[in-house]
């Protein structure tokens, strides 16, 4: 099974590299639900803290300043515990 993987404290140069500030963004209120990833997406967390559960996995915590990659076809629940924001893209 694909796994979720974060690198935490990202620097601004590596950011910078990535092009990170030209990504769409995408915000939610503290809530719950599932989602499938139907493509690759690497995000960076602005602000906020959610848990995301990959099914028959163990859950994950992402939060301000980490960037996080979920693998195409992965199905997973989200639980945000504080409205998040994050700069996102597919591949």
Known sequence: MD???????????????????DWPTWSKEISEFDWEYDQTETCYIIEG????????????TIESGDLVTFPKGMKCRWQIVEAIEKHYKFE
């Open 3 to 21: 796994t979720i993987t974060i690198e935490h404290n990202v620097t601004p140069a590596k950011l910078d590299v990535l092009f990170v500030d």
């Open 49 to 60: 803290k959610a848990i995301v559960t990959p099914q028959g996995g163990e859950p994950v």
